[in-house]
């Protein structure tokens, strides 16, 4: 719940792209080729880099391994004023609660659906946009457009669920009139279940698809531009040229972001859909993180969220492993 | 570049222009409405579904939250988290990911492995708390700052962006008798900077954002950050009525909407000021950052 | 990593030593200020600082020396886990709801049990017996509750409208659906245009919660004819009651929208002139009143309040929220002998005075607020004077009363806010009891959240008209298989026990 808060400022897009990278990036030449001998010497040669790095490394087992024991108490019935050692050992208790929970299966669809929804129709829009900004001529139209649409991502998510039910309410919203005027009905869009998922990848296309360009156009820029000239001394038109040389030079991009997203399929964001659930629609709306929420933080069952939580982040390595491993048969880098 | 004049072409120009205009209106619109909400009379929002023009332009909200010291005050409490808490990232980062720019660095992938690790586990709330007041940082500003001293992420991105320097600067200035202190400092920094400050704003945005550490960690509400005081204003109507204690509301009555769209509209001016400034650097550096070739 | 693991235990035992020691609570001399930590939520952004006058006077009234650990009210729940698990309890804290974390706290021995000790005080001892069972946890008392008032609950509706269709004052349930459909189709607003509806219900589900009371619809759970505890949604009246909100929806006596609406928009409609009435707590009344004046430049009193209307099970009213928004509470953490807590308890006594309750509530006498020509109370409303006993109000229980509704007091009360004090008065009589408030199910600690869930949403759904009363019936089926029959038998249980 905070934790994310952390290091959930910038898209998923920038961040896991370059994890991907450093996966990616091992070198052979690190393989235990040599010999331990001269290994320490070389140790001993770069000394001064390893003291660089003190206060990174202690900062990571400070801050982030330390706290890590705390996933142990997925395994207990942990109660705050015991703490971790005198609290309860319940073994897998609070897995088996989980998944023999009659909710497990409507979570999980759910939280699937959602998700499946979004690399459909949230993950091209970034792409998309990004092309289309590419294509601008004039730098300053283009400057200003990009520094409009990352507006978004910076407004509170509070604010746009509550200017979502201005707009689309029944009750006089700019949606609806219109809706009325067209068609002479109005649609009752925050109340049918219907309705619900496409609100919410509406919402996440509004926030988040100019922010989502960053990447792309990072990758755009750095196309050669003698490409574009030598294609077109060739013949081909605007348009054979982004099939063919400007697609081509974010492919890898692409797929390392779809890999990483696969990992978080799981883990749809969790204030956007509580400010968007209510009676009428909770049976497509519930997900992983809101059910946590009300099970657990809300009635205080830590022990319970965590061990969810873990699940979901076993769940999540496990995907991304699997997705990587496809992305390798059809002849990509994949991350590894 | 060669143009391409045909009609087509032309055409394509054209639509994309009008495209990304609407797409950028519609952006756009509801921003609009908050800044002319912050502008407009309570009647006008009590009684308008939306609106971009304001009936009768008033500066009330704005004279309110001036009124007291309270926002000016969180204000500059986060500017200051900012500021510093930027350096300290950059300091830890940059300090982190030179080394392991150095792929024949022993040990190198060991760490590695190690930070990707922290991206996907997590120990939770209590005993991040439980380290912090361990440390003896409840209620002073570090504990905004050190707890989040080096995003994994832009860890990473700085390191790539070394990765990609040419060996060789680094190796004849080795050899002219320079430290690798000296190295990191005059010849690897300077020509950094799209890096840094793409990385840069990414920690500072975070800063900027952040709240949940500072409800937790600190307790003095004269240390409270602007998003702190932001937030209870903003979901303090929002919780009005359902969780409501109406007790309450006869005493500090939840503020009203336009003052809530003024501190909105506040929160986020900062960042947009900044942010054009270094969107020139910022793209580059992501880009040499992230993506390789 | 491997060096992590090595470091682990250390840096572990480091951080485990440096939180054994706590607060150095020592008691100073007998005489001196009593050192007092209070962890308490702020509803603002800015509440009382160390250098107010007001917590000046608090402490020299009460002889102690506070720190005052505030917390914003969004996310006092997590602080107060927090502050479990990290050993480092105030000597007083407020516990918001009775949740799990909050009886698990209890039953783990981290507070004081005051039950036996509450006598010995003057305040105190005049505690509501039927609030103090409902604050209890397995039958004991380890707080003070912060009073509201337990008969909060009526209607509140636009006079002026009701005047123009030419209707009185609503007693019965059928008077009462009368007016809404007169205000609904009779142009209460004499604009000559079908442009109002009568009642606005938000996503929050507490007016239906009040209007089943109406109707004798136990208050969640009441005895069958076997004198066994059943779920309020079990019985013919709920149902019953469901149906009348069924009529009032098909009939679009109530905003369409109701169920997605966000409550924090609850006012609108009534501030743009589009209905007028709302059930809720009574004090909406005189609320939107002030609105109404304030941003709307009325200068006649336009809004009435009643409490409820009879039904043919006779006149009853929901309580409100048991008569208390959470409780203060002595840790042993903080307190460590029965001499601390003893002088904690003063100190919530004392706090209970008028004059602390006026201190908190409208500042000092000349700073703060001043009598006005009719020696009415007239309190500042500069923001800068008000910061200076912001939500200092959290600290107040009002155990004898909450001096705003003290007739002797000087303040300026309009007749309406007379006549919503006679309504909080007269529920008083009416207010039905929940059997179960003190009793504590595991299964509802566990699966509550999820349970509750299900029949709120039955309701709401089998009032738009989605599920039949078969389908409701599904919902409860569903409720008592999923939890729901061990939770009621659980409630039996411990009903028999204490009965």
């Given at each position: 719940m ?10 998923i897009?920038?961040s ?7 996966i990616?990036?091992i ?12 290994r320490?010497?070389r ?6 880099l390893?003291?660089l ?7 990571f087992?400070?801050f ?9 108490i997925a395994?207990?019935?942990f109660?705050?004023?015991?703490g ?5 050992w ?8 989980f998944f ?12 699937l659906v959602?998700s499946?929804?979004n ?5 091209p829009?970034p792409?998309?946009l990004a092309?289309?900004l590419n294509?601008v001529?004039?730098?300053a139209?283009k400057r ?7 507006i978004?991502h910076?407004?509170?998510i509070?604010v746009v ?7 689309f309410?029944?009750a006089?919203?700019a949606?609806n009139?219109?809706?009325e005027r067209?068609?002479g ?8 279940p219907?309705?619900?998922r496409?609100?919410?990848?509406g919402q996440?296309?509004?926030?988040e ?7 792309f156009?990072?990758a ?6 003698n490409l574009y000239?030598?294609?077109a001394?060739d ?7 982004l ?8 492919a890898?991009v692409?797929?390392?972001?779809l ?9 749809n964001g969790?204030?956007?859909i ?6 009428l ?13 009300t ?5 205080g069952a830590?022990s ?8 979901k ?12 491993g496809?992305?390798?048969k ?7 | 570049?060669?143009?391409d004049?045909?009609m087509?072409s032309?055409?394509?120009?054209t639509?994309?222009?009008l495209f990304?205009?609407?797409?950028a209106?519609?952006t756009?619109?509801?921003f609009l409405y ?8 309570e009647?006008?929002l ?9 009936k ?9 939250i001036?009124s007291s ?5 969180s204000?500059?409490v986060?500017i ?12 830890f ?5 030179y080394?392991?720019s150095k792929?024949?660095l ?5 760490i590695i492995?190690?930070?990707?690790f922290t991206?996907i ?12 007041k361990?440390m003896g ?8 700052i ?13 390191k790539s962006?070394f990765?990609e320097?040419?060996?060789?600067l ?6 002219d008798?320079?430290s690798?202190y000296?190295?990191?400092?005059r010849i690897?920094l300077p020509?950094?900077m799209?890096v840094?400050a793409?990385v840069g ?9 952040s709240f949940?550490s500072?409800?937790?960690y600190?307790s ?5 950050p ?5 937030r209870q204003?903003v ?5 009005t ?6 007790f309450d509301?006869?005493?500090v009555?939840?503020p009203?909407?336009s ?6 509209v ?8 900044v942010?054009p400034?270094?969107?020139?650097h910022f793209?580059?550096g ?8 | 990593m491997?060096k ?12 485990l030593?440096?939180?054994r020691?706590g607060k150095?609570a020592a008691?100073a001399g ?8 209070i962890m308490?939520m702020?509803?603002?952004?800015e509440?009382?600082?160390?250098d107010?006058?007001v917590?000046?006077?608090?402490e ?12 914003p009210?969004t996310?006092y729940e ?5 502050t479990f ?9 407020v ?23 509450l006598?010995?005080?003057?305040n ?6 039927q609030v103090?069972n409902n ?11 912060r009073a ?7 209607i ?7 005047d ?14 009368q007016m ?6 009779g ?18 589900t507490?007016p239906?919660d ?6 004798g619809a ?5 005895e069958d004819s076997?004198g066994?505890?059943v ?17 009032l ?8 929208d109701f169920?997605?609406?966000?409550s924090?928009k609850w006012?609108e409609?009534?501030?743009s002139?589009?209905a007028g009435v709302?059930?809720d707590?009574a004090?909406?009344s005189?609320t939107l009143?002030?609105e109404?004046e ?8 336009v ?7 009879e039904g043919?099970?006779g006149l ?7 008569g208390?928004?959470?409780m203060?509470?002595?840790t042993?953490?903080?307190a ?5 807590m ?5 100190f919530?006594d ?7 309750q006026?201190?908190?509530?409208y ?6 607020y001043?009598f006005?020509e009719?020696g ?20 107040g ?5 909450d ?16 006549k919503?004090?006679?309504v909080?008065?007269s529920?008083?009589?009416?207010v039905?009891?929940d059997?179960?408030?003190s009793?504590?199910s595991?299964?509802y600690a566990k ?18 008209g989605?599920?039949?009363e078969a ?8 409720w ?6 061990d939770i009621k ?11």
């Open positions: 905070s934790e994310n808060d952390y290091c959930g400022h910038f898209p897009g920038v896991m792209a370059t994890m991907s990278t450093a990616e990036t070198d052979p030449m690190d393989l235990k080729t040599e010999s331990g001998k001269r320490i010497a140790m001993k040669k770069e000394k001064s390893y003291i790095m003190i206060p990174g490394i202690l900062y087992v400070i982030k391994y330390l706290p890590m024991w705390g996933l142990t395994f207990q019935n109660q705050p004023i015991l971790f050692l005198k609290s309860e319940v073994g897998m208790e609070n897995f088996r609660d023999s929970s009659p909710d497990f299966f409507m979570i999980f669809r759910n939280t959602l499946l929804l690399i459909i129709f949230y993950f829009m792409i998309v092309l289309l294509e001529r004039q730098a139209f200003a457009i990009q520094t409009i649409v990352y978004p910076f407004i509170s509070v669920a509550s200017l979502t039910y201005v707009l309410t029944t006089g919203g949606v009139i219109l809706m067209l068609t009905e109005t649609i009752n869009f925050l109340g049918s219907r309705w619900f496409p609100l919410i990848i996440t296309i509004w926030k698809t100019g922010y989502g360009t960053i990447i156009l990072a755009l820029a750095g196309v050669d531009q000239e030598a294609a001394i013949g081909a038109g605007r348009f054979k040229q099939i063919h040389i400007t697609l081509p030079s974010i890898n692409i797929v390392i972001l890999i990483l997203r696969m990992g978080q399929v799981l883990d969790f204030e956007q509580f400010l968007m659930t209510n009676a629609n909770r049976n497509v709306a519930e997900v992983f993180n809101t059910y946590v929420y099970v657990g933080i809300t009635q830590f319970y969220s965590t061990a969810v939580g873990l699940f982040s076993v769940i999540g390595v496990i995907l991304v492993l699997g997705t990587n496809i992305a390798k059809f002849g990509h880098s994949g991350l590894y | 570049m060669i143009r004049t045909s087509g032309r055409i394509f120009d639509l994309n222009i990304l205009s609407a797409f209106l519609l756009v619109l509801p908050i800044i002319a909400g912050s502008f407009a009379s009647k006008q009590a009684t308008e579904a939306f609106f971009v023009i304001p009768e332009v008033s500066l009330d909200s704005y004279r309110y001036l010291n309270t926002i000016p005050r204000a500059l986060s200051g988290v900012t500021l510093f808490g930027t350096f300290v990232n950059l300091f980062t940059v300090t982190m990911a080394p392991l792929k024949r022993p040990g190198r992938n060991g492995n190690m930070v990707i991206m586990f997590s120990g939770g709330l209590i005993p991040t708390f439980l380290v912090v361990g940082l409840l209620d002073r500003y570090a504990s905004l050190l707890p989040i001293a080096i995003s994994p992420f832009n860890l990473i991105v700085v962006f990765q320097m040419p060996e060789e680094e190796e004849s200035a080795i050899i008798g320079c690798r000296g190295v990191l400092w690897v020509l950094s799209p840094l793409a704003l990414f920690y500072a945005v975070g800063h900027w954002n949940f500072a409800l937790i600190l003095s509400p004269k240390k409270w602007l998003q702190v005081i932001l204003m979901m303090l109507a929002q919780f009525a359902a969780n409501m204690d109406s509301s006869d005493f009555r939840p009203e909407q003052i809530k769209m003024a501190v909105i506040l929160s986020v001016v900062p960042i947009l000021f942010y400034f270094i969107q020139r793209t580059k992501v880009m040499i950052g992230a993506i390789k070739g | 491997r992590a693991v090595v470091l682990l235990p250390m840096v572990l035992a480091l951080v030593s440096c939180s020691d150095a008691s007998a005489e001196g200020p009593y050192p007092l930590s308490v702020t509803i603002s952004g509440p009382m600082g160390d107010s006058p917590k000046k006077y608090i020299e009234y009460t002889n102690t020396s506070l720190d005052i650990i505030w917390v009210n996310t997590d602080k107060m886990n927090i698990a990290s050993g480092d309890l105030p000597t007083i804290m516990a918001p709801k009775k949740t799990s974390s909050v009886i698990n706290a209890a039953r783990n021995g981290a507070f004081w049990d005051i039950t036996d000790y006598k010995d005080y003057p105190l001892s005049k505690a509501n017996p103090l604050i209890s946890i397995d039958g004991r008392v380890y707080g003070v509750y509201r008032e337990l008969g909060r609950n009526g509140s509706f636009r006079r002026d409208w009701l123009r269709v030419g209707l009185d004052t609503p007693e019965t349930i059928d008077d009462f659906y809404l459909r007169a205000f609904t189709y142009d209460p607003d004499g604009n000559g245009k079908d442009d109002t509806y009568g009642m606005t219900v938000t996503k929050w507490g239906w009040v209007m089943k009371m109406w109707f136990p208050n969640e759970w009441g076997t066994n505890l779920a309020d949604f079990e019985t013919r009246e709920y149902m019953d009651a469901l149906k009348f909100f069924r009529k929806y098909k009939e679009g006596l109530v905003n369409e169920a997605m609406m966000e924090s006012q409609p009534y501030l002139g589009k709302v059930v707590v004090d909406f005189t009143q002030g109404f304030t941003k709307l430049g009325f200068e006649e009193i809004w009435d309040v009643v409490g409820s209307v043919d099970k009853h009213n929901l309580p409100f929220a048991g208390y928004n959470g203060l509470v002595i042993k953490n903080g460590k002998t029965e001499e601390d003893k002088k904690a308890l003063a919530l004392k706090m209970n005075d008028y004059e602390m006026i201190a908190m509530m500042g000092l006498e000349g700073v703060h001043t006005d009719n009415f109370y007239d309190v500042s409303t500069d923001k800068a004077v008000k910061a200076q006993y912001d939500s200092a109000a959290q600290m229980m009002g155990i004898q009363g001096f705003r509704y003290d007739p002797d007091q000087p303040i300026d009360r309009d007749e309406l806010v007379l919503r004090n006679a909080y008065k529920n008083l009589d009416i039905v009891g059997p179960c408030a009793f504590t595991d299964t699966k509550g959240a999820q349970l509750d869930k299900i029949i709120e949403d039955a309701r709401v759904q089998f009032v738009v989605l599920i039949d389908g409701f019936n599904d919902a409860v089926k569903q008592r298989s999923q939890g729901g029959d038998g659980e409630y039996n249980a411990l009903y028999k026990q204490y009965k």
